[in-house]
């Protein structure tokens, strides 16, 4: 289990060679500083410092708080993890589960970016980051058993394991991308695409891991509601390796370009790799046949023509999640309404 960079920032232990100059010409012992020296600084009481610093300043004035929080960025004070947490009280650590290990590794670009935006939220809660990736959610609480945490944060997880971490942890948890809800949504907006664009030929090719199948289960409830219906046929897997799926392509993409007029993929990596071995096949795309995926990544953009995508506001679930968790971290209770999931379409040269 890694610790990330703001933890480790936080949790430093300052110390000095020599003794650090305070006002009115007194200095403070050698080592880490104290509350204690930071109250004598400000000129407020011990328990006025350590309220601004936990956040408990409704009889604090404006004016002390500012000045207390100025000589706690002086002095760079680091709250002590190992006190806060043998104290008994909160350990203000939220652990991060990466799941499904081949979709990390194929989509690490969008997960980079999920894991700075949940690190700068968390700190502006003043909250630390523990960083796990399992495989199983068993695997995450064989860990979580020598940590005090306040709460677990899911990445690439379905309800089931979200359960089951919350239910052998006891601690509140929350889902960014959980499997099942999000991909489903996902799979809901590619088929209202189709049915605007009246296309029902398509095969439907799914690499990943597991979300693949809920995109296509989203896909399968509109076309129903629609009144008509997605046969199993037109579902298939592709291979999860790459050499594996390369070959694939070279040996199967051109006939399900003539049998189609429409392919979508589960994840816009192999969407991409697609449109590249379409080219090479000489079947032009869109004219010949149109591609979507969902997700967004680098190689969506660059390919040529580049793809067409159904894609997350990624910062927005990220802020949903915290916010859930700190609900149920400070209110005791998990919230019966999650927020809107926003998924839209971004149509690119890959579709007409």
Request: proline share 1%.
């Amino acid at each position: 289990m890694r610790i990330s960079k703001i933890e480790e920032k936080k949790c430093k232990i300052v110390e000095t060679e020599k003794t650090k100059e305070i006002s009115g010409g007194k200095e403070m012992a050698e080592g880490k500083i104290r509350i204690k020296d930071i109250a004598k600084i400000a000129g407020v009481s011990a328990t006025t410092v350590s309220n601004v610093i936990h956040g408990r300043t409704e009889k604090v004035s404006r004016k002390t708080r500012k000045r207390i929080e100025e000589i706690l960025d002086e002095q760079e004070y680091a709250p002590s993890m190992g006190a806060r947490i043998l104290s008994g009280k909160s350990s203000g650590m939220i652990a991060v589960v990466v799941g499904k290990r081949q979709e990390w590794e194929q989509e690490s670009e969008k997960l980079e970016e999920i894991l700075r935006e949940i690190e700068k939220s968390l700190d502006e809660r003043e909250y630390y980051m523990l960083l796990h990736f399992v495989k199983t959610a068993e695997e995450f609480v064989r860990y979580a058993a020598v940590w005090k945490l306040d709460g677990v944060i899911c990445i690439w997880l379905n309800e089931e394991e979200c359960t089951r971490i919350r239910q052998m942890c006891a601690v509140p948890v929350a889902a960014i991308y959980r499997t099942d809800r999000i991909y489903g949504k996902a799979g809901e907006e590619v088929a209202r695409f189709l049915f605007k664009r009246e296309e029902r030929r398509i095969w439907f090719l799914d690499g990943t891991e597991e979300y693949g199948k809920a995109v296509w289960q989203g896909m399968q409830k509109i076309f129903s509601k629609k009144g008509c219906c997605l046969e199993e046929e037109q579902y298939l897997e592709i291979p999860k390796d790459r050499d594996l799926r390369r070959m694939f392509y070279k040996i199967r993409l051109a006939g399900l370009a003539l049998s189609a007029d429409m392919l979508v993929f589960a994840s816009a990596v192999q969407g991409a790799e697609a449109v590249g071995y379409l080219h090479d096949l000489e079947i032009k795309v869109p004219k010949e046949i149109e591609v979507i995926a969902v997700g967004k990544e680098e190689t969506a953009l660059i390919c040529r023509p580049q793809l067409t995508t159904v894609e997350f506001d990624k910062k927005r679930l990220v802020r949903q999640a915290i916010e859930e968790l700190y609900v149920q971290i400070i209110k005791g209770y998990i919230l019966t309404k999650s927020g809107k999931i926003s998924v839209k379409t971004i149509i690119r040269g890959s579709c007409n």
